[in-house]
């Protein structure tokens, strides 16, 4: 019996699975069908139910988080589902959103139900052409078979390069057409999110999950998964591995299983570190194979499930490096309203610089610390707190590769070494 | 109709917290850092006003709370969270975590900023300069490079931006855009390079856009006009009241041997709260700037001009009133003691009530409603707050009043308060207030008036140039009655309403004394130790030109008169020719030119006084200026007086404040008020129109002079006609379109708008569209408009 | 620039939401589209439509990364140089790129062909070392096969896209795309790439 469950990817290898005959072929639409003819209240009980915690990386309790809409207030409820993947590491969505974008439409449908929204927008990346190509086509065949435009309206919003508006109010205020930068909560969403009405914002696999919960129902979801994180999710390998790839597995598979099943990492290297969900997500090592990867077990061990985004780096790479590149990421994508972050990017990025190439110093990592210990938990959002994640977690774990790059002048690796092509050479 | 307060008891909840150990009771809602300066703990911030919604984005302000037993996992920023019952904060005085994480967001501040204060303006009055004192630390451990920029960069002709001296607290984006509804500015790019700008294309042209310099915590937003002048502690500062319109505003002036560097709003809740103008802020330099009138000069036998001694030129004033029939003309910006003076001047001295301080179109109606329903009236700043629907007639709120004007705006933003504007064209402020626009024919307000329906909740607030349009003051008395709505006269000037309590108009003696009432009469007879005092009401202003001209009166006191001001200005000038005119001004003028006897007056900044905002209410200012010799006009004409044997004894503004105190307000019957009638339809042929226009806030007013800088921000100068009439007329905008009548004509660039068919609009004041002193008519009157 | 045929595609672009200023992103996307950058007429055009300040406008402009306030190619190639791309070899090919092309991060090609830009994550990690054009995927890229890409580009006849349409289309066609204009293209290309399937084949070989 495989440790792997597709769900949400069981047609994926089907060449046409992106198409709406495709989708219907496979029983498509008719958990909606199912839903519209249910109570709201009575698809929020079911989603509770499941256990369904959100896949954007916090884990909140989607049924909860629909629960929280105030009901019966005269006012326009909306959805938006974040499809803003960008956290580095992360490419789940983006792939399940090429290969089925109806399951998400899908899900809309029956989210906006719940919730008595009449409109819902997809916040998408803009660096992904064909996908949003894909959704567009697929939201315009939905209108054609009826499944929108009778009461439920869906909009696809193209993003234009800001990881940002991942952050759920900063998307809110990108969707308003403002500049992204995260608002103050309260109010949150729920109360006062798009134009300033009740808001669900979901991530694209929590949404895309739900079709499935409807048609198969809450007990068939809660068989999966562990005691506080059911069902099955989408776990993104990258990296120094022999095969990487999606694995949609239930919640608590480990690393170590993943890797068996995608032949180990990379032929004749070891283990280094690696991110269980994103770079925002403190780092592991070699010690946290056997950690079970759901929101409770990685928390326990000091990370984050986050994204799921399991990037592999072997015995070859500079954890200076990725950290730096990291680092110079979190500057480059700072939104600039609040000052820990803005200025403390900028300040890590300059000594993790110096740190590469060999010109810090020993003090300069207590240095990078205390920053990291002024910047997180100082800024106004989660971003400022992702930035100082790789830096704390590496020198917890590498703190002697610093300072041999301290001692040594300079960085001991071969970056060549480390590149996919390095048997070949960098041509 | 009279104004009476309705007097509501709010219930506020109150909650307790302790903060540092200490006990504070604040209203429900007041935020953390607020609650703290109730007790005296001052947290350190950057992005936090009192007057701007929260923001967080500084973290500045970061302190430890705890919340019945619960605490937050980490510091919260105290300048968003409002007090909760149950509620511990350790601000950095007892809390660790607080002065770390207040100490580390500091450090981060100052990575980026440079260590220009030496040359930085802001230097000894710097937030970030002090706040870095206090809660940052001495050494810095930043040993990377600093983020550069080219520096300083125009926003505008008056507000420049250092770029690198920014700390991006959004101070100045929140308030162009929460305050004075001009987002203009805003911040750009993004993370590091986040900055402050403009689109390339339109520069900062706010008229508020100097509390942006004000309300910036480092020096990185600065006025032109004081940018490198002084250093903050080499300052005298002294409150003032604004001179520029009757708004009333709360000011500072800054002044370092004897001479005014800078202007500031002050801090006034119930009128300008922190804000004011550009013109308010920016224009002073007419003081210095213009050729002022340095000594007394009489008319000499050749017909020239000479200087002479200030008791010769008295005795030569007195010798050209005694025996004549003498009328006065005083300025719309004399300062309420002033106005007083020329009033008691024209009734004892003179013995008329041939009077007017409207240098202006004016009308009888007018004059009539100012006694029937103006004086002594009583409605305030906060009416408008708590109106249900505020209606505009004949009024501009931004152009003419500009602190009324953020006054409505605040109850647009913060409730949707409900605005109609009635008049001949959608100005830029009436739409940005999202007003319902009544678009009349200038000159055809009076049944657009009749056809509002407001409640007792209403507020009407009507402008000076109501009095150009027959029949509109009328209906807005009996909408008024019918309604019971509140309302407001709202004057352009700042001492028109001080002149009008002053009793410096024909009908009214001071504290609104009807002049036709004997009962009146006698009382203030008795009061200025008189026998009697002139019985029938007097001349308008127009009414004393024509007389002049005609030979009824002989000879004119002017205070502060600009002949082109006036509708008339022909006639005027003329007027000012054959009369015997004693001129008390503080620079020369088309006045000084015929004037018999010229007597230099004091500037605003020079004398002590107060002005009476359009509410009636005083603001008082001593002199910022405290050396100058320059008298006020009160003790000028308390001089002449006494040389014509009929003393006013006003010797000084305090003994002139006393007396206005002591004489109190009429609590007689008021004048009564019969209206007027509307005016019947005007037949135009195609190529006429009728004139309409108002005054722009920055214009060629004589007191913007020598301040270029603030020119440079004025609205551009357009004649406005409706797209039937540029059809018509074969125009498009950008064309140039010539407007004539029999006086004179202009020719302006054209911008085809939503105004009336039959109107053609124009700024009645500004470079090129000088209408009174070329057309002679600003207002209804019927005028040629073709392609120019 | 702007034909009345744009102007009642932005009017309709406008009216998918319930207030037009939302309407912001796809409007830039769109002046992209037919300027091939954020041009003033641009900003100024969308202000109008949308009733606010052209300050507003270019506040949002700046925000994002996509939005060009210059030129760029008619191939725009973007390598990513995040963590893992960079160290997969993403830092190699852009090295190469810069050389090869003669340009710097950010820069055109004198012929107008082929802009280079550095950028992050774009969740293709078990792609990688990714290579975007015009943001379409090309996955799995080794220095030769960028250098190939660009060369192609050059002569008028790039390579398609691994996972996109059959042709890469020019940097303007997909600016349309993103203002949300359907080219009728979804239906090209692959479903998925290898590895995106491969946790099915291995579920679907018992494993």
Known sequence: MSKLTPVLSAHWDEKDSFTIDAYTRHGGYKASAKALAMDPDAVIQLVKDSGLRGRGGAGFPTGMKWGFIPQGDNKEHYLVVNADESEPGTCKDTPLMMANPHVLIEGCIIACHAIRAKHAFIYIRGEVTHVVRRLNQAIEDAYKAGHLGKGIDLVLHVGAGAYICGEETALLDSLEGFRGQPRLRPPFPAIAGLYARPTVVNNVESIASVPAIVANGAEWYQKYGTEKSKGMTLYSLSGHVNNPGQFEAPLGITLREILDLAGGVRTGHTLKFWTPGGSSTPLFTDAHLDIPLDYEGVAAAGSMLGTKALQIFDETTCVVRAVLRWTEFYKHESCGKCTPCREGTWWLVQILRDLENGSGSEEDLAKLLDLCDNIMGRSFCALGDGATSPITSSIKYFRDEYIAHVTGKGCPFDPVASTLFSSAGAR | MTTTQSQTTEVVDMITVVIDGFEVTVPKGTLVIRAAEKLGIQIPRFCDHPLLDPVGACRQCLVDIEINGRAFPKPQASCTIPVEPGMIVKTQLTSDVAEKAQRGVMELLLVNHPLDCPVCDKGGECPLQNQAMTNGQAESRFEGKKRTFEKPINLSSQVLLDRERCVLCARCTRFSEQIASDPFITLNERGALQQVGIYEEKPFESYFSGNTVQICPVGALTGASYRFRARPFDLVSTPSACEHCASGCDMRTDVRRGKTLRRLAGDDPTINEEWNCDKGRWAFKYITAIDRLAQPMVRNSDGELEVASWPDAIAAAAAGLSGAKAAVLVGGRATYEDAYGYSKFARVALGTNDIDFRARATSDEERDFLAAHVVGSQTTYKDIDKADHVLLVGFEPEEESPIVFLRINKQVKKRGLKVTSIGT???????????????????????????????????????????????????????????????????????????????????????????????????????????????????????????????????????????????????????????????????????????????????????????????????????????????????????????????????????????????????????????????????????????????????????????????????????????????????????????????????????????????????????????????????????????? | MFSDQDLAVMDSIIKRYPRSRSAIMPLLHYVQSKAGYVTNEGIELIAQLLTIETAEVSAVATFYTQYKRKPVGEYHVGVCTNTLCAVMGGDAIFAGLKEHLGIENDGVTADGKVSLEHIECNAACDFAPVVMANWEFYDNQTVQSSKDLVDSMRQGNPTPPTRGPKSLPTWKENSAVLAGINDGRANEGVQAGEPTLLGLKLAKEGK
């Open chain 2, 425 to 788: 064209k959608l100005s830029i402020g009436v739409e940005k207030l999202g007003a319902t626009f009544v678009k009349v024919a200038p000159g055809f307000e009076a049944a657009a008036i009749a056809s509002q329906s407001l409640t007792a909740q209403s507020i009407i607030l009507v402008g000076e140039r109501a009095s150009e349009s027959a029949g509109a003051l009328s209906a807005v008395a009996s909408l008024v009655a019918q309604s019971g709505a509140k309302f407001a006269w709202i004057p352009r000037r700042a001492g028109e309403r001080g002149a009008l309590e002053a009793g410096a108009i024909g009908n009214l003696l001071p504290g609104g004394r009807p002049v036709t009432d004997a009962a009146a009469r006698v009382d203030l007879a008795s009061a200025w130790s008189v026998d009697s005092l002139p019985t029938n009401v007097g001349r308008s202003t127009k009414e004393i030109i024509s007389a002049v001209n005609s030979g009824e009166v002989t000879a004119l006191v002017v205070g502060g008169v600009d002949p082109l001001d006036l509708d008339n200005s022909n006639e005027t000038l003329s007027a000012l020719k054959k009369a015997f005119v004693v001129s008390l001004e503080i620079a020369p003028s088309a006045v000084t030119q015929s004037a018999d006897v010229v007597l230099p007056v004091a500037a605003v900044t020079e004398k002590s006084g107060s002005f009476l905002n359009w509410t009636g209410s005083a603001r008082a200012f001593d002199a910022a200026v405290a050396d100058s010799l320059n008298r006020s006009d009160v003790r000028i004409l308390s001089m002449i007086a006494d040389a014509l044997g009929k003393t006013i004894s006003l010797g000084t503004v305090s003994a002139t404040s006393r007396e206005i105190a002591s004489l109190g307000l009429w609590d007689g019957a008021r004048s009564t008020f019969s209206p007027t009638l509307a005016p019947s339809a005007v037949q135009l042929s195609s190529d006429e129109a009728l004139i309409t226009s108002w005054r722009r806030l920055l214009d060629l007013g004589t007191l913007q002079k020598g301040e270029e800088n603030l020119a440079g921000t004025a609205r551009q100068t357009v004649a406005v006609i409706s797209p039937k009439r540029a059809t018509a007329i074969g125009v498009i905008t950008g064309d140039k379109i010539s407007i004539s009548n029999s006086q004179g004509s202009v020719v302006l660039p054209v911008l085809v708008e939503d105004i009336h068919d039959d109107a053609v609009w124009a700024p009645r004041n500004s470079r090129g569209s000088e209408l009174l002193a070329k057309l002679g008519n600003a207002h209804g009157g019927v005028v040629k408009v073709v392609k120019a």
